[in-house]
Antibody
Framework: EVQVLESGGGLVQPGGSLRLSCAAS????????MNWVRQAPGEGLEWVSTISGGGDRTFYPDSVKGRFTISRDNSRNTLYLQLSSLRVEDTAVYYC????????????WGQGTLVTVSS | SYELTQPLSVSVALGQTARITCGGNNIGTKNVHWYQQKPGQAPVLVIFRDTNRPSGIPERFSASNSGNTATLTISRAQAGDEADYYC??????????FGSGTKVTVL
């Protein structure tokens, strides 16, 4: 059974940093791209970043580019998201999501971890 | 940047059919995926690559995609289908795009 489990969320001040983790199991982790998707309170879904299976390619939307860094440790089956220069508008539940095979979608999601940016 | 347009809400009588639209420029040329999100829960993939259901998703969920509109259809709607539904595509600039979401209410 595929499982992804996020951790690391919490309360942080504007301008601060935080690292999220996502532990994966039930599939061959290194064979799949992995993603982070966030959801601000009461809002819709927003893609945050993607990393290839080998970890050599990363992608971000303009809203987080230069502030967030996605990485992975295939020996530990773990995905990471380093959040820096955080803003109030980064407050959201952050979901880890496994890439589906072939056509750029998300076939398994974790339960999410809440990041609150506030002074 | 590519945009997807969904209605804010759709209401359906118990046992009837709900249709949720997702509009985008020439969306018929893209692969469209649909997610269901119940309150307080993570999204769940219900349709991928326009018309395909993952294992465990009831046959009552179906979808189509043509021209400028993709549609998710929920047949024989049940109370448990009440949720927010999001469409999603991948844009060629390497961007995953979500629609704004549609709240489905079963009356």
């Amino acid at each position: 059974e595929v499982q992804v489990l996020e951790s690391g969320g919490g309360l942080v001040q504007p301008g601060g940093s935080l690292r999220l983790s996502c532990a994966a199991s039930g599939f061959t982790f290194k064979h799949y791209a992995m993603n982070w998707v966030r959801q601000a309170p009461g809002e819709g879904l927003e893609w945050v970043s993607t990393i290839s299976g080998g970890g050599d390619r990363t992608f971000y939307p303009d809203s987080v580019k230069g502030r967030f860094t996605i990485s992975r440790d295939n020996s530990r089956n773990t995905l990471y998201l380093q959040l820096s220069s955080l803003r109030v508008e980064d407050t959201a539940v952050y979901y880890c999501a496994k890439e589906g095979a072939g056509t750029y979608h998300f076939d398994y999601w974790g339960q999410g971890t809440l990041v609150t940016v506030s002074s | 940047s590519y945009e997807l347009t969904q209605p804010l809400s759709v209401s359906v009588a118990l046992g009837q059919t709900a249709r949720i639209t997702c509009g985008g420029n020439n969306i018929g040329t893209k692969n469209v995926h649909w997610y269901q999100q119940k309150p307080g829960q993570a999204p769940v993939l219900v349709i991928f690559r326009d018309t395909n259901r993952p294992s465990g998703i009831p046959e009552r969920f179906s979808a189509s995609n043509s021209g400028n509109t993709a549609t998710l259809t929920i047949s024989r709607a049940q109370a448990g289908d009440e949720a927010d539904y999001y469409c999603q595509v991948w844009d060629s600039s390497f961007t995953y795009v979500f629609g704004s979401g549609t709240k489905v209410t079963v009356l």
